[in-house]
């Protein structure tokens, strides 16, 4: 059996084990970032013109383009519709960036922490990984600046507001330095939004690569938090130069996006309707949020440390005695329970235990209290035996 | 700007620039592969459930899953659902078929002349493509068996079933003894399988992935020839050695296929009603086949020779007097009609010029006359000037 060289590092995806373990309709899930069920609009289909059923343009729906560039612009980032790939998810952009920018050995730069299936796949495509440390309100820009001085990579891959799985928003001030950075460095952003409209104290901050004066970049963006997920339908926006060589990417991937979600998105994006619903989506969270901050406060203040989320779908803890998460995964699934370890989302897991991503928008509040009782129980058994 | 050392071998997708000019109404296109529209089943999305808008799992529907691997046992392919992979079109198969096997330098095998868009991908990924050329009814043994001494390639890519653009159907013989010789020296097979049920003389002949004993293999199809392209739904079969890898890439690549489009598909797969769209579409197909058959005999008997296809989406025409047919595109263009030079379905397009694949579905049938007509002429243009 001859594979390539990359399947070797191909790894077995946690997220997909313990999203299968979680089937089992007994097991109270803080792993995956689910919407809430109840809180999935109900689309209309009847009015979806017949073509498009038809083959599609590798850029996507026109119509769609237009308003992703216009909400783009209000944003604050300066682009046109000819600039607006739809993509399959916001997934495929990473799949997209990856062929554009790493061989193997190639240098990227990463937040440490950073999104798991970002990690995965750049590293699948053999990326060596620089990584800065995130703070409260973002990079640690005396470090970022000390690898950028030591170091040139391809890109920098960045999750500004509600960052998974830290839910750090980074600062006005940060957002501008950052920027500051990258066009000295001349190093090109990938900036990734999935939850931005997932604000819960009103508070936002536009996107870094609108303040971006030379350096090339990709935003992209999706549906999948705040419409329907199973429409898989995302965006990136990139500068002008990078354009045609992701639409070629795109096009020799998968020709285009499906056009029937392409339709349902369109229907949405930039309406009032979409406004209303946001809201809506919002409140949900925020009141999901609030009570889940509650239960932790119960079961974990003495186990654990955290900020209160902003926004996004996660809490991220901090144990005060650190261990290795990934070892309770097995204990805490015969509880009936599981959750997503934190050291996945480091370049370096081995060198960064003691973390625990806990989604908190999808978890039936009815189960919440004992959800996180039985946890801590895990948590407070396994340290007992490592202290024994 | 640092791209990877792939984005060197990204080429200009010309499928994509002649259907860009193609969008002017004025257009006579015999270039894409588009169905009919007229064609499109009228579907109903009203039963939907709200589910459907969920995240999904990475390997597809369930149901979907079953009714797949039910045909395709129904076609002597001894596969569980288990070893079903839904796919976002049967383009994605190739884009995780190249990421499996494919590092810089791998020697692949492929017919000649092959689908355009799999040669792109697979050299994008750095193959060195083995080429064996096709016959009236499937590929050179004898050749197929010399370079299979010489070489060892990872995997070998085939369309036995109206190939594109050549619309050979491999005979039972000639099947048999692919499956002979690839099971004899250990090579993996990557069968496309896109116009199984677009045949016009009823005749069929099932897949070569069914009658392997001991050889790898992974069979791919797509509901974008026979429902609506528009969904992007595809899926993969592959014998369960290489089903983690291909899930895994998939998760990899865009997390799932939109389940708006799986659900349609999963209303028709293994109905009545699909059966009875699939005979319409047979024979709505093999009347604009032959009607083509009469406008080329008209226009073209002297300038070009061709095999009547039996199904499928193409004529493939040999020119009598050789030349490199991308140079009759700028001219077709001026007149008002286009085309798909033969010469990128070859690996080695400079060594085979003078071959034409024409559209034969799509055409308005009012104008297939004046379009040929227009055809001919630039190629008797471009003959005389090159003898001038």
Redesign the interface.
């Known amino acids: ?7 070797s590092r ?4 946690l997220i ?1 084990e313990i999203l299968a373990a979680a089937q089992r309709p007994e097991v109270m899930s803080f792993a ?1 970032g ?2 809430a ?1 109840v809180m ?4 209309q ?2 009015d ?1 013109p ?7 343009m ?1 850029e996507g729906e026109p119509q769609l383009r237009e308003a992703l560039a216009a909400q783009a612009r209000q944003l604050g980032v300066p682009c046109e519709a000819s600039q607006v790939l739809v993509v ?2 916001s ?2 952009t ?2 997209l960036t990856a ?5 193997k050995g ?1 240098q990227i730069m990463l937040e440490a922490p950073t999104y798991l ?1 970002a990690l ?2 750049f590293q ?2 053999g990326a060596d990984c620089l990584t800065v440390p995130l703070q409260a309100d973002g990079p640690d820009l005396v470090q970022m600046r000390a690898r950028l001085e030591q170091h ?1 990579p ?1 890109f920098i891959y960045l999750i500004p507001t509600f960052q998974n799985p830290s839910a750090v928003r980074y600062s006005e001030a940060k957002r501008d330095a950052v920027a500051a950075l990258l066009d000295e460095f001349g190093v090109t952003l990938i900036e990734d939004e999935p939850y931005r409209e997932l604000t819960f104290d009103g508070g936002s901050a536009t996107p870094i690569v609108g303040r971006l004066e030379k350096a ?1 970049w990709i935003y992209t963006g999706t549906v ?1 938090k705040t ?7 995302g965006y990136l926006i990139a500068s002008p ?1 990078l354009f045609p ?1 992701l639409l ?2 795109k ?11 392409q339709w ?1 998105a369109m229907q949405w994006i930039g309406s009032e309707q979409y406004q209303a619903h946001l809201d809506q989506l919002r409140s949900f969270y925020r009141q999901r949020r609030d009570e889940f901050q509650g239960a932790l406060l119960t079961h974990f203040a003495d186990l654990a440390d955290w900020q209160v989320p902003q926004g996004g779908l996660f809490f991220w803890l901090s144990l005060k005695q650190p261990l290795d998460t990934r070892t309770l995964l097995k204990s805490a699934l015969e509880h009936d329970v599981t959750f997503m370890p934190g050291e996945p989302f480091f370049a370096d897991p081995e060198r960064n235990p003691g973390h625990l991503r806990l989604n908190f928008s999808h978890i039936d509040p009815a189960r919440l209290d004992e959800g996180l009782k039985r946890l801590a129980t895990v948590i407070r058994q396994a340290q007992a035996a490592q202290a024994a």
Chains 1, 2 share one sequence.
Not at 10 to 13: A, P, R
Not at 40 to 43: C, F, G, N, T, W
Not at 251 to 261: E, I, K, M, W, Y
Request: hydrophobic share 40%; charged share 20%.
């Open positions: 059996m001859a594979f390539s060289e990359r399947v191909l790894k077995s995806s997909r995956g689910l919407p069920e999935l609009p109900k689309v289909w009847q979806m017949l073509a498009m059923g038809q083959y599609g590798s399959s998810g997934q495929q990473l799949d062929k554009l920018y790493i061989d190639t299936a995965q796949i699948l495509f040139r391809a090339s999948s419409l329907l997920p199973g429409l898989r339908v130069d060589h070629r990417l096009q020799s991937a998968d020709l285009h996006t499906n056009r029937v979600g349902q």
